[in-house]
């Protein structure tokens, strides 16, 4: 009995033993299986026991990092601290720290761990379980970017705000404080904005009009006159320096200039005053005209007087007195003819020089001229051609007088500056609309850098002015003030040395006969 | 007899000019120095023919041809009006007030003045 007794507390016992070899299998598989890296310290601080996971993540192998101080892989105060606590408290739970593997590279783990008690209740030491935080700081840290580079935009969107604040203060202040008078419409027409000088300019109030369609304030003598100037055709592509004059609230003359604004269509209308100006150059024009009046007077008695010594009316003189008063005489018609330039200079200014034009064939004007240059031509052995079409050219609208001066003007140009020998060739041409007059030459030319400024008054080419003393300057200028009162264009090349080439046109018959009638 | 010719023009190098001139040519002349002066000399000399300046003091030669039109007498004096100015504006007006030729003083000389008296009265 007693050894069957014993058999069976044998086979009780060989059972249990069973079970626990089989519980400690369960245990091993569930910690190396464990995803989580696990580690065993011991209460002064030894690591007894690590899982695979932990290996991973620490780098050693187990035969390396058993036995090593808690302290090695983490960091010294942190895992005092992290020991303590679970020491007193039996557990902590996700505290952040990091470890560092075996190549001392830092990972951030949330640690959490347990107490571990022998069976009399002694502590062994505890179990740490680690949770690998790095991807969580990686997104961590991109989150906080996102969050700084946010701030940032809105930093910025405050600062673009400020600056467009100061901007649209700036502005402001140029609009009201500007010398101009300004305008913005927009595409309707609406007066959007006004300025202070606008307003003083047109006698309105912004607050009347603002907000209005500008055709619809007719009113106002001053903004009907402006809304009449916009609604033209040519507003549409912008106007440029277009005088418009008013009576009230004083006489102010304006120079209207339209620019667009593409982006809403607007059009910002300046309103510059040039009264004064105008005033200045009426001055300028009358003052010469009259100082030209007033020399024309003792000029023509001088004149007078000579040609009566020369043709003998107050007695005999000798051929050396002749010599003198022939000289002083051509001096004088040289002076009468500066004069009649300026005159003319002063006309063209007043905009009252193209008189009463009448149909005529332009061949004949030319040929008339040409023959008043028959002389210098032979004297200066001149090849001279003029070459015109056989058949009879169209009648030209024109003012016979000026137009004979204009074509003088460029046929003494180009005979004066051509050296003896030279050639000298006028054409005609006829166009559907126009016909072309060119003078040609081959002589001097005129310098490249003075070019721009051929039809400006009292230019002479720089080359011209050491070769002939005489020339006022003013011929090219009212030539050009000439053809452009007909309708016609002006244009030249030249090369010095080589020579140069004057084009015209006139329009032919009525093309222009609007054109004319503003003279 | 000579014929008479009267001068109305303020400035006196140019009369004394012009008488020279048309006195060795044959004419009798008269001189008057404004405007005014011209009427009241015409009507009293009766001339053949009048040289007439344009600018002057008093009254210039346009208010003098006005007057001229007035009276059925004067109105038969023919008139060579002598300017120093050329504008077609005023050249135009001269023709309408009855003017029979004009002379610009820059662009002629003393014996032109000549030609065109005797192509107006002859000699």
Known sequence: ?519 | MAKKILIVEDEEIMIDLLQRKLTTEGYETSVARNGEEGLKAMREVRPDLILLDIIMPEMGGFGVMEEMNKNKELKKIPVIVISNSGQPVELDRAQKLGAKDWLIKTEFDPQEVIDKVVQQIGK
Request: hydrophobic share 40%; proline share 3%.
């Open chain 1, 1 to 519: 009995m007693a050894i069957k007794e014993k058999n069976k507390e044998k086979d009780k016992i060989s059972i249990l033993l069973g079970d626990l070899a089989s519980l400690e299998s369960y245990a091993k598989d569930l910690f190396s299986f464990l995803p989580l890296p696990v580690c065993l310290v011991s209460s002064i601080g030894i690591i007894l026991e690590v899982n695979p996971a932990l290996e991973k993540i620490s780098g050693y192998r187990i035969e390396e990092i058993i036995g090593k101080s808690a302290e090695d892989i983490f960091t010294e105060e942190e895992i005092e601290a992290i020991s303590k606590e679970t020491i007193e408290r039996g557990s902590v739970l996700a505290k952040e720290t990091s470890i560092f593997t075996k190549e001392k590279r830092k990972v951030p783990v949330s640690a959490s761990t347990i107490l571990r008690k022998s069976e009399e209740g002694e502590i062994i030491g505890y179990f740490i379980g680690l949770f690998d935080l790095t991807d969580v700081k990686k997104k961590e840290k991109e989150l906080k970017d996102t969050q700084l580079a946010l701030l940032n935009m809105l930093e910025d969107t405050k600062m673009a705000r400020q600056v467009a604040e100061e901007e649209r203060d700036k502005t402001k202040a140029i609009v009201t404080g500007l010398a101009d008078g300004l305008i913005v419409l927009d595409k309707e027409n609406k007066i959007i904005l006004i300025n202070p000088e606008g307003e003083r300019f047109l006698d309105v109030e912004a607050k009347e009009i603002e907000g209005k369609i500008l055709e619809t304030l007719v009113e106002k003598p001053s903004l009907k006159k402006l809304a009449e100037l916009l609604s033209t055709k040519e507003t549409k592509r912008g106007i440029f320096r277009k005088e418009l004059s008013f009576k009230k609230p004083t006489e102010r003359i304006l120079e209207i200039t339209t620019v667009s604004l593409p982006p809403r269509e607007e059009n910002v209308v300046i309103l510059h005053d040039i009264s004064r100006e105008k005033l200045i150059e009426r001055m300028k024009t009358e003052f010469v005209s009259l100082a030209a009046h007033q020399l024309r007077t003792p000029l023509s008695a001088i004149k007078w007087t000579l040609r009566m010594l020369l043709d003998g009316d107050l007695g005999k003189i000798t051929a050396e007195q002749r010599d003198f008063v022939e000289k002083t005489y051509s001096s004088n018609e040289r002076m009468i003819s500066l004069i009649n330039a300026l005159l003319d200079v002063t006309r063209i200014e007043e905009g009252r020089y193209v008189y009463r034009p009448t149909f005529n064939q332009i061949e004949n004007i030319v040929q008339f001229v040409i023959n008043s240059f028959k002389e210098v031509i032979k004297r200066k052995k001149i090849k001279f051609g003029f070459k015109k079409p056989k058949e009879k050219l169209p009648k030209v609208k024109v003012d016979v007088e000026k137009i004979r001066l204009a074509i003088d003007n460029l046929i003494d140009n180009a005979i004066k500056y051509t050296p003896i020998g030279g050639e000298v060739t006028v054409s005609l041409i006829c166009g559907k609309k126009e016909i072309e007059i060119s003078v040609k030459d081959n002589g001097v030319g005129i310098p490249k850098d003075q070019q721009q400024r051929v039809f400006t008054k009292f230019f002479r080419g720089a080359n011209v002015m050491r070769m002939e003393t005489e020339g006022t300057g003013l011929g090219l200028f009212t030539t050009k003030n000439i053809i452009e009162a007909h309708g016609g264009r002006i244009w030249f090349k030249s090369k010095e040395g080589e020579g140069t080439i004057f084009h015209f046109t006139l329009p032919i018959k009525e093309e222009f006969a609007e054109f004319l009638k503003k003279f």
